[in-house]
């Protein structure tokens, strides 16, 4: 159902946008402009240019995500079609049900924002001492704190069966926090790390986001925008998680991009905000 969806990733493709795309007037006729894009997102795009609405359908609610999680991409991504499942379906509780634990007063800051969040923005410093730019020290260690914060026994979450996921885009980083986690006594073993393309179709309880942005010039790979401007590696990491996510990353980098800006507006708005 969801092979080719056009607003998560595409398939892999290393020829550019020009080698692939098509001149021949039969094939473009049809709407097939470049080989790049998938059968679903052509027929979807035939579909809604002929006005063949009784040809497909959209997807109007889902049962994985929390209400307040699935508002931002619901409406940023979907138009806000997307809602959680109707109040007589018995999961639907849970989907909005509020957080079980609340900020205290004796925690750090980072901690209470995140205690408060179904969506959390924390603020981390570009690492200068990253040879490459692909890895970022201060996220990696971030990050062992804030797993050591969800799995304590005073963070009430679900159960002491909830998972815990981490995106990254670069392998480098992946190393970088596995480092981190076994030097601060973490068992990787119960926690997935990889990039947001092999996270898609999977989920987790709880997803920590790792952007490891150094320089303004990573936005352009951090980014895939879908011919209808949907960031489809953001909307795909989001809507990984079922009960939290929180996103690390530089802001000042990271408002350079319209969608990360209201993306951290979001995530630090204390009511919720129209985003369109």
């Known amino acids: 159902m969801y ?22 007037e039969k094939l473009l006729s049809i709407g097939l402009q470049n080989l790049r894009n998938s059968l679903f997102e052509r027929l979807f795009r035939r579909c ?20 307040d999680i699935v508002r931002f991409p619901g409406e940023l991504f979907y138009e806000g079609k997307l809602k959680i499942l109707p109040k007589e379906i018995p999961a639907s509780q849970k989907q909005s049900a509020p957080l079980a634990a609340q900020p205290a007063d004796n925690q750090a ?10 969506i959390a923005f924390l603020n981390t410093p570009i690492d200068r001492q990253s040879p490459s730019r692909k890895t970022n020290r201060h996220e990696a260690e ?10 304590s026994p005073q963070f009430p979450i679900l159960n002491s069966q909830f998972s815990i996921g981490i995106i990254t885009p670069y392998r480098a980083q992946i190393a970088q926090i596995q480092e981190v986690m076994q ?19 999977g989920a987790r309880d709880i997803i920590l986001i ?18 209808e401007g949907v960031d489809r590696k953001l909307n795909v990491a989001l809507t990984r998680a079922r009960e939290q996510v929180v996103v690390l990353g530089n802001e000042e980098l990271l408002r350079r991009n319209e969608v990360y800006r209201r993306l951290i507006d979001w995530a630090m708005c204390d009511e919720p905000i129209f985003l369109v």
């Open 3 to 24: 092979h080719g969806y056009h607003k998560q990733l595409p398939a892999v493709v290393v020829q550019s946008p020009e080698a692939s795309a098509v001149t021949d």
């Open 48 to 67: 809604t240019e002929q006005n063949w609405h009784w040809a497909f359908n959209l997807l109007s609610h889902q049962g994985r995500m929390h209400e």
């Open 109 to 118: 800051d980072w901690q209470k924002v995140v205690t408060g969040r179904r």
């Open 142 to 151: 971030l990050l062992a704190q804030l797993v050591k914060h969800f799995q």
């Open 183 to 201: 030097r601060e006594g973490i068992d990787c073993g119960s926690i997935t790390i990889d990039t947001v393309e092999r996270y898609q179709g």
């Open 210 to 227: 790792s952007l490891c942005t150094n320089v303004a010039s990573q936005m352009e790979t951090l980014v895939s925008l879908s011919e």
